[in-house]
């Protein structure tokens, strides 16, 4: 498959699919005019790199998550196995997550308490 099928088949641009190659999350081999050319299962990798960085995932963090991309990802990580990786990460991002929330809400509050009734 060359990168505008996969563009075309995954939703994304090809320009997407350059930049999550370069981060090492996609391989493609080379023809010899130089025409990239994907396998069968990019789809499904593609598209499961879009979901992990849907929910709050870094690229950096979808590294960890590599040699998983080739099959559908689980409802939910667990702690054994490969994706123990997947809870540390996980578990890192909500961290994360809790403490822009803490931040936003003492703004918010900050900016209504000098707004008008």
């Known amino acids: ?3 505008g099928e996969l ?6 641009t090809t320009r997407t699919l350059r930049h999550y190659e ?5 391989h493609s081999e080379r023809s010899g005019n130089g025409y990239r050319s994907y396998p069968d299962g990019a789809v499904l990798r593609v598209n499961n790199i ?3 960085l849907a929910i709050g995932f870094t690229v950096a963090d979808v590294r960890c998550f590599v040699r ?3 099959q559908p990802l689980p409802p939910a990580f ?3 196995g490969g994706c123990a990786t997947a809870m540390r990460v996980a ?5 994360q997550l809790r403490d822009r929330i803490s931040a936003l ?7 209504t308490a000098r707004m008008p009734s």
């Open 7 to 12: 563009a075309r088949a995954a939703g994304v």
């Open 22 to 26: 370069a981060e090492g999350l996609l």
């Open 50 to 52: 879009r979901e992990l």
């Open 1 to 3: 498959m060359r990168i």
């Open 68 to 70: 998983f991309l080739d």
């Open 78 to 80: 667990g702690d054994q």
């Open 91 to 95: 578990r890192e991002r909500v961290d």
């Open 105 to 111: 809400t003492t703004l918010h509050d900050a900016l």
